[in-house]
């Protein structure tokens, strides 16, 4: 008679959505688990800051602990799982604990593995341990797995998507409801939508953090979000949109990867997007990422985000797999390979949507034109707006051009003398 598997412990510090959620699977699926894992999987401890908050879960048969470093140092913990939050604190002094003292960890903290997610993956290898860390990005969407296990023989040439599902939330709210940001960001606060800091969201550091973990994945590079240029959607208005929309085009927080001569770019920004695009067509809260191989091609991974039981089933996947005995390295090769990246300003071409509103002066459309033409800028197509103040919006699509030369030409539209305001230009990128 064979003898019963021994049980993965767990302990997890972090009792919010998502590790209410974990523990929720966990309870109600335990014979399923089991038998995908190979042998149990078991809590046996957890953390939390609010002993007496009801949470709508049986946590009576855990053991409680004051400190999350606490959890490192039990015995009948051979997996911590942290989901507290925040790039340094409790958080990273209980993942260090725990790797020290022999234990793998599960976390779905971004913001720690984009500034030290280096310098833990040594720790965790020289341990002989490892991270898994699925639900840092993109929620429920298997990512990190497709980028590290389903195209390990591929050369990722780019990485791009929608990584953030409040921007998304506030952008398809400001189409689909005509709605100004201001009014729609005020209501992703009221909903909950919002990070407590929500700069996080809608300055894009939040997707910017989960974007230079899949570079480094993408392409064998230390994590460095130091080299993301970084642009929220805070500038972004309705006349945008609309304008945008008549055109064929939706607006995005987009991120893109990519390693090219000069290094490697990274860059979060609004983007223009065709609308009949995979991109174009996301709605609401809802991540996509597409990811190119010079052997897959192109491939779309599409699904929530953020929420309990999306993020919760990430957490779970890597639970299951450390069950298994499987251990890969931290970034999908050993760290003492990962490159340091030569960060390199975005200078790959592309066509570009500005709006101006001009004055109502002779000529005003024929200087646009000349400043285009010094920076090297030809037009594809334009559409102006009639206006009752005698000023008139402009809209111009670029032939593809260089990021250089819109800055020199947005500098120069303003001393023309014919442009109202500051010209507003998105880049429109080929997905």
């Not at 009801?54 to 048969?61: E, P």
């Not at 089933?313 to 090769?333: C, K, T």
Request: overall charge negative; some cysteine; aromatic content about 4%.
């Amino acid at each position: 008679m064979s003898a019963t598997p021994t049980p993965l412990r767990l302990g997890i510090a972090g009792l919010g959505t998502v590790g209410i959620g974990v523990v929720k699977i966990i309870q109600k699926h335990p014979d399923l688990i089991a038998l995908r894992a190979g042998r149990p999987v078991e809590i046996t401890a957890i953390c939390a800051r609010d002993r007496t908050r009801n949470r709508d879960a049986d946590l009576s048969g855990y053991a409680w602990v004051e400190r999350a470093a606490d959890l490192a140092l039990r015995d009948d913990v051979d997996v911590v799982v942290e989901l507290i939050g925040g790039e340094n604190g409790a958080a990273r002094e209980m993942i260090e604990l725990a790797l020290d003292n022999g234990k793998d960890v599960i976390t779905a903290n971004k913001a720690l593995l984009a500034v030290h997610g280096h310098k833990l993956a040594e720790r965790a290898e020289a341990a002989g341990r490892t991270i898994r860390f699925e639900a840092a990005v993109a929620g429920g969407i298997p990512v990190i797995k497709t980028l590290t296990e389903s195209l390990a023989g591929n050369r990722i040439k780019r990485v791009m998507g929608v990584m953030n599902g409040t921007c998304n939330y506030i952008l398809t709210r400001m189409q689909s409801a005509g709605l100004p940001y201001d009014t729609v960001f005020e209501e992703a606060r009221r909903l909950g939508y919002l990070e407590a800091d929500p700069t996080l969201d809608v300055g894009g550091i939040d997707a910017s953090h989960k974007l230079a973990i899949l570079a480094s994945l993408a392409f064998g590079t230390k994590v460095a979000f130091d080299g993301v240029e970084i642009e929220g959607i805070e500038r972004v208005s309705i006349d945008d949109i609309k304008r945008a929309a008549d055109m064929g085009y939706r607006i995005k927080l987009l991120g893109v990867a990519q390693m090219t001569a000069r290094g490697l770019e990274q860059r979060m920004s609004p983007c223009l997007v065709p609308c009949d695009s995979p991109l174009g067509q996301l709605e609401g809260g809802t991540n996509m990422v597409v990811i190119e191989g010079d052997s897959v091609g192109q491939i779309v991974l599409r699904g929530a985000g953020a929420g309990e039981g999306p993020t919760a089933s990430a957490v779970m996947s890597d639970i299951v797999e450390l069950a298994r005995g499987v251990r890969l390295p931290v970034f999908g090769q050993p760290a003492a390979t990962l490159d340091s990246p030569q960060t390199a300003r975005t200078a790959v071409p592309a066509a570009y949507y500005l709006r101006l509103t001009l004055a109502d002066k002779p000529g005003a459309l024929a200087k646009v034109a000349s400043v285009l033409g010094e920076a090297g800028i030809s037009i594809d197509r334009m559409r102006q707006y009639g206006h009752a103040s005698g000023s008139a919006p402009v809209l111009i699509v670029t032939h593809k051009t260089t990021p250089e030369a819109i800055d020199h030409a947005m500098e120069a539209l303003p001393r023309t003398g014919v442009v109202e305001g500051d010209p507003v230009e998105l880049r429109i990128e080929e997905v």
